[in-house]
């Protein structure tokens, strides 16, 4: 990739991954890319910087537009790896540039390179800086989705340059959304912001909400957003607006998810007629088996639908593994405003679906009950029971999806 003007002397001077398939501990089977941001101005002043291992593409990129030694500021909105250990690549060839962050970015800095002879200045919210014809307003969103994250606002040039929030890990040779979706669908990029959503900023929705409506406050005229991962939003900013404040608050599909894993299958057996008794109750439904799943996508579908049942036979009086760590992992991210239930088989004593239950609770999670449990393999009148059981919840789902409506 060569750098890309995305506004009059702004530039795009990431890097594309087209071949990472982990990260944050979840499957990326789009690639992702590092956005930087060059602004060509009479203080030259760079974005960001890229994953360390692209440090020598995102130098090429910006040497292609100017010489990266007359770089004047240095803006780190967040210190992930991700996005800012190439920071000492570049210092090498502007030490004595300005470098702006938020006091907890200095303090994170701090641990990852000898800062003593940089040149450090700590901003924060309502904090500018003149660049010459653009100014750049700092506005802080600490938690989304790390202490030190910030946005940096271009105000002439009605770009926002939003960090880790509104992007999405995608590898595309589309820099803008307009673009890209002339070549995809609209809902490939669509559920790539939910997958990054749910497994990154799931926690945040208060917080996401709170700085929202304090962009609104500032009366910030805002026509692209540009993240640090992914496709910049062009044609459509208020798109993914509306999109967070959706999943802000919770909003889900009126489905329901049924996240699973089996010994001996008979757990996975007991899936169909649930399945089955869902569907017939007028509900869509989806079956994911997690060790044939990757985490990151059960955990997406898990978010967008009202309703979880999650299936596990009974191994050592516990959860089997994966689902104990489908479990886990979920109450990491404190969802909300979703219903579940439990089922599964057990040999000679149970356990499973009594922890599943524990785990709801300990989530604050509505839930329906009691659960099903099938002992040894499931016969004619289990299957019986798991169609009534699937019928039962679907009809919990749609009681309780009407007061979100």
């Given amino acids: 990739m060569k750098a890309v003007e995305i506004k009059p002397d702004i530039y795009w001077t990431g890097a594309v991954d087209w071949a990472v398939r982990d990260f944050h501990g979840y499957v990326t089977p789009r690639g992702t890319t590092y956005n930087n941001y060059l602004i060509k101005d009479d203080k030259i002043t760079l974005i960001d910087t890229v994953k360390h291992d692209f440090s020598s593409i995102t130098i090429d990129n910006i040497k292609s ?54 040149k450090m200045n700590i901003v924060k919210s309502g904090d500018t800086i003149n660049t010459g014809k653009y100014n750049l307003l700092f506005l802080e969103t600490p938690m989304l989705h ?70 609104e406050k500032l009366g910030l005229d805002i026509d692209m957003i540009a993240p640090d991962h992914g496709i910049i939003w062009r044609r459509e900013p208020q798109k993914v607006l509306k999109m967070y404040l959706d999943m802000a608050e919770g909003k889900a599909d009126p489905n329901i998810v049924i996240i699973y894993d089996t010994m001996w299958h008979s757990t996975g057996k007991m899936t169909l007629p649930i399945s089955q008794g869902i569907q017939d109750e007028g509900i869509d439904c989806k079956v994911i088996k997690l060790r044939a799943t990757p985490m990151s996508i059960a955990i997406k579908e898990f978010w967008k639908s009202r309703g979880a049942l999650i299936g596990s036979p009974t191994l050592n009086n516990l959860l089997y593994p994966s689902v104990a760590e489908f479990l886990t992992h979920l109450r990491g991210l404190r969802p909300k405003n979703r219903i579940t239930g439990a089922f599964g088989s057990y040999g000679w004593g149970g356990g499973a679906v009594k922890n599943a239950y524990e785990e709801f609770k300990s989530m604050k999670l509505e839930t329906v009950e009691p659960g099903l449990q099938v002992h040894y393999k499931p016969d004619l009148n289990d299957e019986t029971k798991c169609y009534e059981f699937g019928r039962n919840f679907a009809k919990k789902v749609k009681e309780y999806h009407q007061q979100f409506e």
């Fill in 65 to 118: 537009v100017v010489d990266p030694s007359k770089i004047v500021n240095i803006v780190i909105n967040h210190i992930e790896p991700d996005h800012a250990s190439s920071l000492g690549e570049i210092m090498k060839l502007v030490p004595d540039a300005d470098i702006y962050i938020t006091g907890k970015g200095k303090i994170g800095l701090d641990r990852h390179f000898d800062t003593s002879k940089w």
């Fill in 146 to 215: 790390w202490p030190d994250s910030m946005m940096t606002y271009v105000k002439e040039a009605k770009l926002l340059i939003s960090q880790d929030a509104f992007g999405q890990h995608i590898a595309s040779s589309s820099r803008f959304d307009d673009d890209f979706t002339s070549c995809a669908s609209a809902s490939e990029l669509e559920d790539a912001v939910v997958e990054y959503y749910a497994n990154i900023l799931m926690p945040f929705g208060a917080l996401i909400k709170s700085k929202i409506a304090e962009i």
